[in-house]
């Protein structure tokens, strides 16, 4: 039969089968969502927790793969100088994208057995995976929920002096600082500006004439009405959980003042997107399972001269990434000419509703949230079916971890031969980032400074722009033997072959299509990725040796962030929550 026809053949195929009837009965009594508050009871630093014996029942399954996490999260902006009369513009900052860069690394206990470890940048490889596996209908279906606006990676360029985008690879040129909107916005980064609109849009101060949101001097003709309609948005938005943006409670009716604004957000973090042993774990009942989340938490200084900004320091708190970008302020007048101006990022959680400064007509205050929460999906299950699952209620499950290690300042023309691991089980796959390495000296300002802890540039989500130069000569070796036959230039058409090879995308099957990144987006954001997992079977469940070789061909020295990930393998009675290590 022609392959062609397809609609044709579902519905002849459908007729021979006869409608299934199971499909028209229920296979759940019940279906709730009860949460789990974090352990820190709302004071913060560095680690959110969860434990969630407490909503353990013995009547209802956890449905861990349907589980989700609600973080609220602020961005400040101060200054020592005051601002102009215009005040800051709520697009001055933005997230960089995909929430997944709030959090470093996690921990995963299941009946005091730790099945995940705690793997720095962790963030890195699971975001590079959501790439390769999300399809374009997944990102316009929930992209914005999850933070996952991809950069217009063309957009990015080369900074070497202090500008009005900062140093460094900058991809913050957005140019939203005016309230109108431009097409030049629009043929620049893409998705910084749909991270905007979704970070700020919502924001109680918005009025329906305004394409983007900016503040102006409240008109003294009829401040009372837009004084009662703002708080009204602000209460709203905030009581939704819905994300806006606030000035500071002194300032006065000019808006000159040195106390800036916040960005108050809920980040919204699905367990099955964190980590892939949440994505595949089965239903269980009477298991104790404990999450721990290291955050990348910290703040940057700015200065600013003459419309030049300037990165003074970096202090990072906790973790790795700095998941903020300071936006191109090439238009924005109204930036202090003098003093510093500090962008930092935290955990903050607020019962109380926003208040209003009527100067201004802005509110200000946190979303009502008073602490992180692990909302799990709890089910009942239909009984007829619920024997079935008795019937085989020891389960194995095989989930990917990930090890990671880096290889630092590899100068421009120099190889690099570097064991990974000597010891990791089932070797899976192994993701190789291609970051300017600290150590250089190409940038102005942002000198010592690595990529992804610099407020001007997209990364980690962005790594090295035409890095993959980095991997000339590129192999992997496992227990000694070459993966590849020959050293590879790694190229474009190497990497699209190894994502099939790891059935990633949907090209296998021309029905099926996922995968978010195209020629031109590898060659401005590069990585290489291996299938490591074509072993013999004498070499399954055990333990394997892994080595990168490589030369450096770019044009300036790079930091490689190298993870592998590996198999681990357990099994869990599903009713007791009983479970032991396999491998």
């Given at each position: 039969?022609?392959?062609?026809?397809?609609?044709?053949k579902?519905?002849?195929?459908?007729?021979?089968?006869?409608?299934?009837?199971?499909?028209?009965?229920?296979?759940?009594?019940?279906?709730?969502?009860?949460f789990?508050?974090?352990?820190?009871?709302?004071?913060?630093?560095?680690?959110?927790?969860?434990?969630?014996?407490?909503?353990?029942?013995?009547n209802?399954?956890?449905?861990l793969?349907?589980?989700?996490?609600?973080?609220?999260?602020?961005?400040?902006?101060?200054?020592?100088?005051?601002?102009g009369?215009?005040?800051?513009?709520?697009s001055?900052?933005?997230?960089?994208?995909?929430?997944?860069?709030?959090?470093?690394?996690?921990?995963?206990?299941?009946?005091?057995?730790?099945?995940?470890?705690?793997?720095?940048?962790?963030?890195?490889?699971?975001?590079?995976?959501?790439?390769?596996?999300?399809s374009?209908?997944?990102?316009?279906?929930?992209?914005?929920?999850?933070?996952?606006c991809?950069?217009?990676?063309?957009?990015?360029?080369?900074?070497?002096?202090?500008?009005?985008?900062?140093?460094?690879?900058v991809?913050?040129?957005?140019?939203?600082?005016?309230?109108?909107?431009?097409?030049?916005?629009?043929?620049?980064?893409?998705?910084?500006?749909?991270?905007?609109?979704?970070?700020?849009?919502?924001?109680?101060?918005?009025?329906?004439?305004?394409?983007?949101?900016?503040?102006?001097?409240?008109?003294?003709?009829?401040?009372?009405?837009?004084?009662?309609?703002?708080?009204?948005?602000?209460?709203?938005?905030?009581d939704?959980?819905?994300?806006?943006?606030?000035?500071?409670a002194?300032?006065?009716?000019?808006?000159n003042?040195?106390?800036?604004?916040?960005?108050?957000?809920?980040?919204?973090?699905?367990?099955?997107?964190?980590?892939?042993?949440?994505?595949?774990?089965?239903?269980i009942?009477?298991?104790?399972?404990?999450?721990?989340?290291?955050?990348?938490?910290?703040?940057?200084?700015?200065?600013?001269?003459?419309?030049?900004?300037?990165?003074?320091?970096?202090?990072?708190?906790?973790?790795?990434?700095?998941?903020?970008?300071?936006?191109?302020?090439?238009?924005?007048?109204?930036?202090?000419t003098?003093?510093?101006?500090?962008?930092?990022?935290s955990?903050?959680?607020?019962?109380?509703?926003p208040?209003?400064?009527?100067?201004?007509g802005?509110?200000?205050?946190?979303?009502?949230?008073?602490?992180?929460?692990?909302?799990?999906q709890?089910?009942?299950?239909?009984?007829?079916y619920?024997?079935?699952?008795?019937?085989?209620?020891?389960?194995?499950v095989r989930?990917?971890?990930?090890?990671?290690?880096?290889?630092?300042?590899?100068?421009?023309?120099?190889?690099?031969?570097?064991?990974?691991?000597t010891?990791?089980?089932?070797?899976?796959?192994?993701?190789?980032?291609?970051?300017?390495a600290?150590?250089?000296?190409?940038?102005?300002?942002?000198?010592?400074?690595?990529?992804?802890?610099?407020?001007?540039?997209?990364a980690?989500?962005?790594?090295?722009?035409?890095?993959?130069?980095?991997f000339?000569?590129?192999?992997?070796q496992v227990?000694?033997?070459?993966?590849?036959?020959?050293?590879?230039?790694?190229?474009?058409?190497?990497?699209?072959?190894?994502?099939?090879?790891?059935?990633?995308?949907?090209?296998?099957?021309?029905?099926?299509?996922?995968?978010?990144?195209?020629?031109?987006?590898?060659?401005?954001?590069?990585?290489?990725?291996?299938?490591?997992?074509?072993?013999?079977?004498?070499?399954?469940?055990?333990?394997?040796?892994?080595?990168?070789?490589?030369t450096?061909?770019?044009?300036?020295?790079?930091?490689?962030k190298?993870?592998?990930?590996?198999?681990?393998?357990?099994?869990?009675d599903?009713?007791?929550?009983?479970?032991?290590?396999?491998?």
């Amino acid at each position: 039969m022609s392959e062609f026809g397809l609609d044709s053949k579902i519905v002849i195929d459908e007729t021979i089968m006869g409608q299934d009837v199971r499909g028209l009965k229920s296979f759940i009594t019940d279906k709730n969502y009860p949460f789990v508050s974090d352990q820190q009871n709302g004071s913060y630093s560095n680690q959110v927790s969860f434990d969630l014996s407490g909503i353990v029942s013995n009547n209802a399954y956890l449905n861990l793969q349907n589980s989700y996490i609600l973080m609220p999260m602020s961005a400040s902006l101060n200054s020592t100088a005051a601002w102009g009369t215009d005040s800051i513009p709520p697009s001055a900052v933005v997230p960089k994208s995909n929430f997944l860069n709030l959090i470093d690394s996690i921990q995963v206990f299941v009946n005091n057995k730790q099945l995940v470890d705690q793997t720095t940048m962790m963030n890195l490889p699971v975001s590079i995976l959501s790439k390769l596996e999300m399809s374009t209908a997944d990102l316009k279906l929930e992209g914005k929920g999850l933070g996952i606006c991809p950069d217009t990676y063309s957009a990015v360029s080369y900074s070497a002096a202090a500008s009005a985008s900062g140093d460094g690879y900058v991809n913050n040129e957005t140019d939203l600082v005016s309230s109108t909107l431009s097409t030049s916005a629009i043929s620049q980064n893409k998705g910084a500006f749909d991270r905007i609109s979704s970070f700020v849009n919502c924001s109680p101060f918005v009025s329906p004439s305004q394409k983007l949101p900016s503040i102006k001097t409240v008109d003294s003709t009829n401040a009372t009405t837009k004084i009662a309609t703002q708080k009204q948005r602000a209460v709203a938005a905030a009581d939704q959980g819905l994300p806006y943006f606030t000035l500071g409670a002194t300032n006065s009716t000019t808006l000159n003042d040195t106390q800036a604004a916040a960005w108050n957000f809920i980040a919204y973090i699905p367990l099955r997107r964190l980590c892939d042993l949440f994505a595949r774990m089965p239903l269980i009942k009477n298991s104790q399972v404990r999450l721990v989340l290291n955050l990348n938490l910290g703040s940057v200084v700015i200065t600013n001269a003459s419309g030049v900004v300037s990165l003074a320091s970096t202090n990072m708190t906790a973790g790795n990434t700095f998941p903020l970008m300071f936006n191109n302020q090439s238009s924005n007048a109204t930036f202090p000419t003098s003093g510093t101006t500090t962008l930092s990022l935290s955990v903050q959680a607020n019962t109380a509703p926003p208040t209003l400064n009527p100067a201004i007509g802005c509110s200000y205050g946190y979303p009502m949230l008073p602490q992180c929460r692990l909302f799990c999906q709890s089910i009942s299950v239909a009984p007829n079916y619920e024997e079935k699952i008795l019937a085989n209620r020891t389960q194995t499950v095989r989930y990917l971890d990930w090890f990671q290690m880096s290889i630092n300042n590899v100068a421009a023309g120099s190889s690099y031969s570097q064991t990974v691991s000597t010891s990791l089980p089932n070797v899976a796959c192994a993701v190789v980032v291609p970051f300017q390495a600290s150590a250089s000296t190409i940038f102005a300002t942002a000198t010592g400074v690595d990529q992804y802890k610099s407020p001007f540039d997209a990364a980690p989500e962005q790594s090295l722009p035409l890095g993959m130069a980095a991997f000339k000569q590129l192999n992997f070796q496992v227990n000694g033997s070459n993966v590849w036959t020959n050293n590879h230039q790694f190229t474009y058409d190497q990497f699209a072959q190894e994502v099939k090879s790891l059935s990633l995308n949907g090209s296998l099957k021309r029905e099926l299509a996922s995968g978010l990144m195209d020629l031109t987006d590898w060659q401005y954001s590069p990585f290489a990725i291996c299938d490591l997992g074509d072993r013999i079977d004498a070499e399954v469940d055990a333990y394997q040796s892994v080595v990168i070789n490589g030369t450096n061909g770019a044009a300036v020295a790079v930091d490689l962030k190298v993870f592998v990930g590996y198999w681990k393998t357990y099994t869990i009675d599903v009713l007791t929550g009983q479970m032991e290590k396999v491998f």
